[in-house]
């Protein structure tokens, strides 16, 4: 971790609570988001938490209806590895794949990351997500300085190796994530509107 980073994440008071970060973008068949919805929140909630890993938000994207969009963290990569190759090898995988694979037509837009995870306040009906790919990392934690705060999550790309490949991720691209309102980055951003899942 560079000393810019831990310097603004000092600043912003995220500090100490790294964590590895999936952020889990999948395109659905039309019409199939409300049923794996429905699945996710009564079997892979539990199901994951049972194994070590902490669900994060799940949102509906506002602007595509066949898109589910929503976050995990683990302590590390080592527990990563260990908490998916349990899940992905047990009972509630094995017994509700078939159905959860029925509605996806995509599921391997993911980004792996470091920070500190998010999940909204109960009661969100809308949350504001921003990709970014900044061309200077010294830039970009200048705008942060000025533009993030604590409330906003702030991620970063995390560059280890991909020890699940089962799972793929997003490679070759370093990027910034982070959740709320703020000041337009003047790089290269995707914003996504979310509603937020009530558990």
Known sequence: MDDNWT?????????????????????????????LIELFEREFVTGQQAVGITVGGRFRDL??????????????????RRALEAFYTGPVWREHRDTANATMIDSDDVLLLSGPG????????????TVCHPADAADFDAYAARHLGPGHALHRTEHA???????????GEDVRVWFGPAEPAPWPTRRLRLEPVEP
Do not use: C, K
């Open 161 to 171: 190796e991909n020890d699940f490949p089962r799972l793929p991720v997003r490679t």
């Open 118 to 129: 998010f999940t909204p306040e109960p009661g969100t009906s809308e949350v504001l997500a």
């Open 7 to 35: 310097m603004d994440l000092r600043r912003t008071g995220q500090a100490n609570r790294m964590s590895i970060v999936e952020l889990r973008q999948y395109t659905l068949h039309p019409g199939a988001r409300e049923t």
């Open 63 to 80: 602007d595509d209806p066949d898109r589910f969009v929503w976050l995990r963290t683990f302590p590390d990569m080592a527990h990563r």
